[in-house]
């Protein structure tokens, strides 16, 4: 928190001084402030290293930014301490690759026959994926729908369409 004026002081309101002068060719002028932070080139390039790569930050204090720009990103990151400097590993995208995984799992499992949301998630659980749920498997469901991947039958089954996109 910054400290406010003592007793007996005045707050300065004049500003910040600035100077007239001719307009650099090689600025580019936006009515809305830059939402890119000094972490995000980082990360990409983090991203597109492989595995094998760390960013290095002289300051722990970085861990809440860096985490916060590789959340609003779609990255999943790390992180390791020593000796007062942070490490920061790429961990793969956060949403991308886990929901494709799971849906050529659900059309796998589809392919033994049409069958509910409940027996899709059930199957899914069966086969080592503990987080997934009946409303998060619906959804799954719903998007492959859309995309032409399954058909919805009579009584709620899903199986897989006969037409390949």
């Not at 722990?60 to 930014?65: N, Y």
């Not at 997934?132 to 959804?139: N, T």
Request: charged content about 30%; glycine content about 10%; hydrophobic content about 35%.
């Amino acid at each position: 928190m910054k400290p406010g004026p003592k007793k007996g002081q005045r707050i300065d309101f004049r500003g910040v001084p600035g100077e007239m002068v001719s307009t650099p060719t090689d600025l580019e002028f936006s009515a809305v402030k830059r939402k890119e932070s000094p972490y995000d080139p980082l990360l990409i390039q983090l991203s597109k290293a492989g595995p094998g790569h760390v960013l290095k930050f002289g300051d722990l204090k970085a861990r809440t930014s860096v985490t916060v720009r590789a959340k609003k990103k779609g990255f999943r990151v790390s992180f390791a301490e020593r000796d007062g400097v942070l490490f920061v590993r790429f961990d793969g995208s956060a949403e991308g690759d886990q929901q494709n995984t799971r849906k050529v799992k659900i059309l796998e499992v589809l392919k033994t026959g049409p069958m509910s949301y409940l027996k899709v998630c059930n199957r899914l659980r069966d086969a080592g994926d503990t987080l997934i749920d009946g409303p998060l498997a619906e959804l799954l469901l719903m998007q492959m729908l859309k995309a032409g991947q399954v058909v919805k039958q009579e009584g709620g089954a899903y199986g897989l369409s006969p037409v390949k996109k």
